[in-house]
């Protein structure tokens, strides 16, 4: 009986073949080199059995017809055959056929990490920020100059990584319209934000009171166009930046209440963008045609935001008012954006629209943001294997050039990292790296209660989530080194920070592989987030101090300590220095005073 279940399993594996886990064994040995503990079955040697198997599909279900003489032979064949059911060149993990998928479930050991708990904390907050300082008295054209200079700081930073409005076509018409509702929203929330781009403001005016001077006359602007015009992606990407904006002060309950009203206008605005869209490569070049590619970057946008304030402001867990098939397709590169720089960004800001739109069905959306959010106790094996090959399958769909490494997920080398001439597909790795360790966080097992001897990759449990967690935090460590070198202003300071954490846990592993590799990328990171906030700001220290303060896996004075040593497939010494030249004039901003409150 044991033995027909075994066939059971494999033939239900057989059918499910696009849903198996697809991890390349570098993983499984690349722990053994570190001397983990892996189980060492993992290992795959040739076989000195003269096996044939052939595979045919009839009415009646899968036939599996093999050399086999006899039943004693059958575990030694299904343990050594299954890795050449897969037509693809590339090999991956030996399926545990011991589980049974239909009840097997697995423990939700972090709902959350502690930094994640803090973090939302910040945003549902539901009691009103005290009211800025009004600004110094400010002569027009001063002003004028000065809203100039930020928006095209937008244009050359923020508004390139996240490119809803294409710079060729939309940059002249807002320096043409400086005085507009959607100017003054943009400049708001640009001079918040810590963009380095954004010259320093004379005294007495500071950025912070001057990003709040725009953001008021954005919000009058706007109380009159609800009322007085017809919905308009202007509109939409108004309340889109006025939301932004109002989370960086902590005005939760405003942030909400624009978000929402953002949603629901371009929502409302796909009838009359969608057919534009259909077959639109991005050759045609018309206003029109710019204009619904515009809408398109926007409404991906504005559901990812009210997606993220949905579950964590309001608690609902039910998002099927949101991820619906949007029936849109993707962005598309248009013939005005053929610049290297633009392309890229707008290559890569698709993938992320991807990676965040791959749904395997609605469900597996639904498990995946519960369980995002800590809504989740358990998670049963068929669901982790869903997500891990949802991420897996991903990786398969990007460009060659994306990659940063040879497999959907293995350790990086920072000097590949570093050759990578595209930015913005850096920090696509981040946000990659990011769903891993959201994903396997929530699963793995305390650090410091196991040593990981005997753990094994195809066994899902604690103890496999906590291997991958600490690949994961290996690469995203040097992920966050490379990106801040090469665009600083879009280095995550929200991940970091949970990244950080998560290293923190690692730091006290019972494994002297994990907790020296753990020990080395939280230095990286600390160093980051360090320099992300001390560069050209007085404040400087204050800031990171506060920020370092905030992880609960830190105690006092850790993060400072090095590595132990050279570690397999992780070389932290190598890190070159960040103290590259960077404009003098770059300083972020105030930001940080206003958390401090």
């Not at 009646?60 to 890795?83: C, P, V, W």
């Not at 991903?394 to 293995?410: C, E, M, T």
Request: net charge negative; glycine share 4%.
């Amino acid at each position: 009986k044991k033995l027909e279940q075994q066939l059971a399993d494999l033939e239900d594996q057989l059918k499910n073949l696009h849903i198996e886990m697809k991890l390349e064994p570098s993983v499984c040995s690349d722990l053994d080199d570190e001397s983990v503990g892996t189980d060492e079955s993992l290992v795959t040697t040739d076989t000195q059995h003269d096996w044939q198997l052939t595979v045919t599909y009839g009415p009646e279900g899968t036939s599996l017809q093999t050399s086999i003489k006899n039943l004693t032979d059958i575990h030694s064949f299904m343990a050594e055959t299954y890795r050449y059911f897969h037509t693809s060149s590339t090999p991956f993990r030996t399926p545990n056929y011991h589980a049974d998928r239909s009840s097997q479930t697995l423990a939700i050991t972090n709902p959350m990490l502690q930094i994640e708990y803090v973090l939302h904390g910040f945003i549902q907050n539901k009691k009103k920020s005290a009211t800025l300082a009004v600004p110094p008295a400010c002569d027009d054209f001063t002003r004028i100059q000065i809203k100039r200079q930020v928006i095209q700081s937008y244009f050359d930073c923020l508004g390139v990584l996240s490119p809803v409005f294409p710079r060729p076509y939309y940059l002249p018409y807002f320096e043409n319209n400086l005085d507009a509702m959607l100017t003054n929203a943009m400049a708001s929330f640009t001079a918040y934000t810590q963009c380095r781009h954004v010259l320093p403001i004379s005294y007495p005016m500071t950025r912070e009171a001057i990003a709040e001077s725009f953001r008021n006359e954005a919000k009058e602007q706007l109380e009159d166009v609800l009322f007085e015009q017809e919905p308009s992606i202007f509109t939409a990407a108004t309340l889109l930046f006025l939301s932004q904006s109002a989370l960086i002060v902590l005005d939760n309950t405003e942030a909400r209440l624009y978000m929402n009203l953002a949603w629901r206008m371009v929502v409302g605005l796909k009838s009359k963008y969608e057919d534009k869209l259909i077959g639109n490569t991005g050759q045609f070049q018309t206003a029109e045609n710019i204009e619904a590619e515009s809408w398109r970057r926007l409404f991906y946008s504005i559901r990812y935001l009210e997606l993220s304030l949905y579950a964590i402001y309001d608690g609902l867990d039910d998002f099927t008012s949101i991820l619906f098939d949007t029936g849109i397709g993707y962005p598309v590169v248009l013939q005005i954006e053929q610049e290297d720089k633009l392309r890229h960004a707008v290559e890569a800001f698709r993938e992320i629209v991807r990676m965040h739109d791959c749904q395997l069905s609605q469900k597996d959306d639904q498990i995946k943001y519960k369980l995002f959010t800590g809504r989740l106790e358990e998670l049963t094996l068929h669901d982790l294997q869903r997500l891990e090959i949802q991420l897996c399958d991903f990786w398969k769909g990007l460009p060659q050039s994306f990659r940063l490494s040879d497999s959907p997920f293995d350790y990086l080398q920072i000097e590949r990292i570093h050759q990578c001439s595209n930015p913005y597909a850096i920090y696509l790795n981040q946000m990659y790296y990011v769903q891993w360790l959201s994903l396997e966080t929530r699963l793995m097992q305390s650090p410091s209660f196991t040593d990981l001897d005997g753990a094994s990759m195809d066994r899902y449990d604690g103890e496999r989530a906590l291997l991958l967690v600490s690949i994961c935090t290996d690469a995203i460590s040097k992920i966050f080194h490379v990106l801040y070198c090469k665009l600083p202003c879009n280095v995550e300071l929200h991940w970091m920070l949970v990244a950080a954490d998560a290293m923190g846990m690692l730091k006290r592993s019972a494994n002297p592989q994990i907790r020296a590799r753990a020990t080395a990328s939280l230095k990286a990171t600390l160093g980051v987030i360090k320099h992300r906030t001390q560069k050209h700001s007085p404040e400087g220290h204050d800031n990171y101090r506060l920020l370092k303060s905030m992880l609960p896996s830190i105690a006092p004075g850790e993060g400072s300590s090095t590595s132990s040593g050279s570690l397999t497939g992780s070389e932290p010494e190598s890190y070159p220095d960040m103290s590259y030249q960077m404009d003098d004039n770059e300083k972020p901003t105030d930001y940080f005073d206003v958390v401090d409150k």
